[in-house]
Structures are given as C-alpha cells and as structure tokens.
C-alpha cells in the first residue's frame, strides 16, 4: 500500500501540473498511509495513569541523529493547536515534506536500528528491509512541490481512514488517462516555464531599479555617516569637556558638602553637649532655688512666731513695768509710813528721855504717844511698832530683790531674743546674697541659651542655603544622564549604519 499511494502520489501530482494543498485527496492518502506504516509494530508504553502509543518518539530522535530536523521541531511544539503526540507527528510529516525531506530525515532513523529497538518490536516494518524500499520510494516525492497550512487544520482529531477505490481501477482506461494527462502536463509545463520566464523579466527589471536605489541610498548613507561621525566627534568632545567639568563640580560640591557636614556635626554635638549641661545646671539652680525658697519661708514662718512672740514680751514687759511701777509706790508709800513710825519713835525716844514736869503733863503726851502710836494707815491691820518696821524692812527688801530679779530676767531674756534676731538678720542676708548670686546665674544662662539659639539659627541658615548647591548638582546629574544617552542612541546609529553599509 505504501509503494501504490507513494506511486500514485507522484503520477497524479505530475498530471496536477501546480502546487499540491492539505485538500489533495492523493495526499491525504499518503499522510494517513506513512501513519500506519509507523504505527506498525509500535511498542506501547506504560504510563502512571494510562497506556501511551505514539509515532511521535521516534520522530523526535531525528533532530538529534540529522540536525537540520531541530528547526522543524521546534516549529512543531511551538504550534499553539497541536495538544496530543499523533498531532505532533502528523505536523511533523507535512513539514518534512513541505521541505523535501522526508526521505533524508526517515533514513537517518532506519540506519540506527538500535535505537528504533526501544521503540519498534523486531518484527515491524521499520526494523525489517521493507522500510528502506519504502524510504527509498519517498526520494521521488522531491519533485513535489506542496503548500500545507498546518495551524488551521485539526490533526489531533483526524481519523486516518485508508481509501482503497483509488487504487482499484481498469488498466487501459489508466493508460490512456495518462497520456492525456501526460501532454495537459506538458502543456500546463510550458505554460509555467512561460509565465516563469515572465516573472523573472520582472523581477530582473525590479532588481536593476532596486540596486540603483540602493547605490543612492549608499552614496546618501556614507554622507550622512560622515556627517554623524562629525557630529559624533564634536558631541563626544563636548562630553569629555561637560564630563571634566562635571567631575570638578562634583568634587567641589563634595568636599562642601562633607565640610558643611562635618562642622554641622561637630556643632550639633557642641550644641547638644553644651544644651545638656545647661539642663543639668538649670535643674539643679532650680532645685537649689526651690529649696533656698523653701528655707525661706521656713525661716519667714519662724521670724513671725519669734516677732509673736516678742510682742507678747513686750505686752509682759509692760504688764511686768506696770507691776514694778506699782510696787514702787507701795514701797514709796511704805517708806514715808517707815519715816513716820522712825520721827514718832525718836519723839517717844526724846519724852522718855525728858523729865516730866507734872503728871497732868506727863498723861496728856503719853496719851498723844499712844494716840500717835495707834495712828496708822487705812486698811492697815493692827500693828506693833517694832513688829511693822521689821516687816516693812522685810517687804521693802523682798520688793528690791524682786525687782532685781525681774529685771535680770527682763535683760536675759531681751538679751537672747536680741541675739536670735541678729542670726535671723544674719540668715536673711545670706538669702538675699545667694538669691542676687542665683538671679546673676540665672541671667548668665539666658544669654548662654540666647546664644545658642542664635548659633542654631546660623546653623538653619547654612543648611538651607546648601539645598540650592543640591538642586543644582541633582539637575547637572540630570543633564550628564541626558548626554550619556544621547552618545549611547548616536553609537548604535552609528553601528546601525556600520552594519548597513557593510551589508
């Protein structure tokens, strides 16, 4: 069947006289005749999930053996269609024969039996001698000229029927069909050489008018080259100069930058060093202050309990002078009675010195004696008379030692609040010296943190007015990127028309 379908193939392409499509029913004939004969002792191989026989294994091993079939395979899996290994395989035969050769690709298989063994059991076609005739027939198919569309068609899906009717008709009728179609072949050959003759008239015309332009286009193209290599030279010297000077302003950029920033982070750190102390100083001045005020008041709060108190001294020394003021008087009072009873007593003393001139006398003044000596004071008890002065003597003493002792008591105590009140002048002024020597160091500090705002500000100061001398750098960046791409555009046109003139 394979020698009759590639035989009738040949006879009925010859007699076709033009290029053979997918529809052709010889050749369709044909496709599905080349399956069977690979499919013919095929060993089936044992998958996971289901038994797997294929032509499309073998096929595969072709572009390892003849490296010129790696294009056609690799067209065949690129196929988006195509989801099976037959429709593979079908692919893969319509482009062998497309390229005319099947036959050259087949052999190379049928040589390497030892390899087809894997494949084939001993007794299929492809390992037997059959095989070779068969591939041997196939180099007539070269003289075929067909066009296959192989995206469009489903080949996974097709089911390879053998048409026997073909091949089953009456010898003359044969014969005398082929003559006829022997000279419409020879006819339809003419006519072809013709219109081929034709076409290559036109297509020398198109060529000798092509290589005219071409020879223009050069001769525009090496100008235009000359020009660019101009442009080029001039372009690349002025991205050597704009590089140079790219590369000073940036070194001078830096070394501002990394002085600007050093001497930034060294007055930060003096700043944060100098801003930490002060906190430290200013906590404590401030504790200081607080407990200096608190002292104070405590001192404040004794100094009123001490003038309290000595007001009430005073309201004592007054109560005590009154006191002293009224003894006085009494004493006063005392010592005129204490003349008085001392005068009567020296009277008496004299009249009992002195005789007594009669005895009418001698009663009328020891009756004024006893009147002057029962003479006392109002309120007075009843008296002796030694027994009153002695008491009086006695009260007069008491009187002067108590006024004594008041007024030793009086002067101690003067004395000691006196002596209190100069420490509390004392601590008072001592207060206000180290709250004068606290303002002074508080005023101090202020100036310092006026300062240091003032070097902040400077420090703010700097830093904006080094954003501008960014911008500029980042935009001189900019520009140098631009030129870097404009040289790298301009080579690869040169390179573009490099590679153009040289073709």
Known sequence: MAKLSIKGLIESALSFGRTLDSDYPPLQQFFVVMEHCLKHGLKVRKSFLSYNKTIWGPLELVEK????????????????????????????????????????????????????????????????????????????????????????????????????????KNEDDTESKERNDHIAAILDQKNYVEELNRQLNSTVSSLHARVDSLEKSNTKLIEELAIAKNNIIKLQEENHHLRSENTLILMKTQRHLEVNKVDAEAELQTYKHSRQSLDEMYNEAHRQLREESQLRQDIE????????????????????????????????????????????????????????????????????????????????????????????????????????????????????????????????????????????????????????????????????????????????????KQLKNLCHDQEEALQELAGKLSE
Not at 70 to 92: C, H, M, N, Q, Y
């Open 65 to 168: 053996l003849y490296p010129e079939a790696e294009e056609i395979a690799a067209s065949v899996r690129d196929l988006p269609g195509l989801k099976t290994p037959l429709g593979r395989a079908r692919a893969w035969l319509r482009l062998a024969l497309m390229q005319k050769k099947m036959a050259d690709y087949l052999r190379c298989l049928i040589i390497r039996r030892d390899l087809l063994s894997e494949f084939y059991e001993y007794h299929a076609l492809m390992m037997e001698e059959e095989g070779v005739v068969i591939v041997g027939l196939l180099v007539g198919l070269n003289v075929i000229d067909a066009n296959l569309c192989v995206k469009g068609e489903d080949l996974d899906s097709q089911v390879g029927v053998i048409d026997f009717s073909m091949y089953l």
């Open 301 to 480: 709060n004794e100094l009123m309990v001490q003038v309290g108190m000595k007001h009430e001294i005073e309201l004592a020394m007054k109560l005590l002078e009154k006191d002293i003021h009224e003894k006085q008087d009494t004493l006063i009072s005392l010592r005129q009675q204490l003349e008085e009873v001392k005068a009567i007593n020296v009277e008496m003393y004299q009249k009992l010195q002195a005789p007594p001139p009669n005895v009418r006398r001698g009663d009328v003044t020891s009756g004024d004696v006893t009147a002057t000596r029962v003479r006392r004071l109002p309120g007075d008890p009843e008296i002796p008379p030694t027994l009153g002065l002695q008491q009086a003597e006695k009260a007069q003493m008491e009187a002067v030692n108590e006024d004594k002792r008041f007024k030793q008591d009086y002067m101690s105590k003067s004395e000691s609040l006196q002596k209190e009140i100069a420490q509390k002048e004392k601590q008072l002024g001592r207060l206000e010296t180290d709250l004068k020597i606290e303002r002074e160091w508080r005023q101090t500090m202020e100036e310092d943190i006026k300062k240091e705002k003032e070097m902040s500000s400077s420090l703010k100061m700097e830093t904006q007015q080094i954003i501008p001398l960014k911008k500029e750098f980042l935009k001189l960046q900019g520009k140098n």
